[in-house]
């Protein structure tokens, strides 16, 4: 083999290994009507430590744009739904871009009612039900 028959062998080689990598990754995917439910540690009467939903999407993108820039983000906290650990949910739609999605509340008192919550906390704070089948 010459040189440059090696060279082109071996770019394949390099080329299907790191195609292989980046499919074998694991992407977050959400669909209308999944159902998710808080799993981190969440109270509502705590204001510190309790994780929120938003009354207005566009408080949502502003505040995922905050923390993305590192600029700060002012909601009114009456504009906001606080949780507790066990709360479920059910996505709606995805809205600006997939960096919100409109869900639906499943517990509590305000149960049955949309709000919205930025996707990067979806993935973080909550985990997907699995529903089963009793036979």
Do not use: C
Not at 3 to 18: G, H, L, P, Q, R
Not at 63 to 76: E, H, I, M, N, Q
């Amino acid at each position: 083999m010459t040189i440059a028959s090696k060279k082109i062998y071996i770019s394949f080689i390099v080329f299907f290994i790191s195609f292989n990598l980046s499919s074998s990754e694991e992407e977050n995917i959400t669909a209308p009507g999944q159902i998710w439910e808080l799993v981190a540690k969440s109270n509502k009467l705590e204001h510190h430590n309790s994780k929120i939903l938003f009354y207005f999407s566009r408080d949502a993108f502003h505040t995922y744009l905050g923390r993305r820039g590192g600029k700060v983000s002012v909601v009114d906290t009456r504009n906001i739904q606080r949780l507790n650990k066990g709360n479920k949910i059910k996505i709606i739609k995805a809205i600006h871009n997939g960096n919100v999605l409109e869900v639906q509340l499943l517990d509590g008192l305000e149960r049955n009612r949309n709000f919205f919550v930025i996707t990067n906390d979806l993935f973080i704070d909550y985990v997907e039900v699995t529903t089963t089948k009793k036979i």
